[in-house]
């Protein structure tokens, strides 16, 4: 799902109030990060990813890799920290994607 300006303003500011969820450290971005962060992402939609200061990440490569590993919109990165969106493909997790689909 590509999303146009209004949707991206609209999901910065519903992720305002979150607190990173996942964290990534000195291991990198592994398979099993990348499981997590899509099982989460199948019931949030919307999380917050924050990079640790012993990672080597860095965060453009880890929003690309997640783009291209589980089809994810990444909706900002500020410093360290990537704000992910992905609709769910539950009906009963789907509450933030309707709201998106409606601006």
Known sequence: MELRGKQKRFLRSEAHHLNPIIQ?????????VIDQIEETLERRELIKISLLQNTD???????????????????????????????????????????????
């Open 24 to 32: 990534i450290g000195k291991g990198g971005l592994t398979e099993s």
């Open 57 to 103: 990440e860095v965060a453009d490569d880890v929003a690309e890799a997640l783009t291209q590993a589980i089809n994810c919109d990444v909706v900002q990165i500020i410093g360290r920290v990537l704000v992910v969106f992905k609709p769910s493909s539950k009906e009963k997790f789907q509450k933030i994607s309707i709201a998106v689909r409606k601006i």
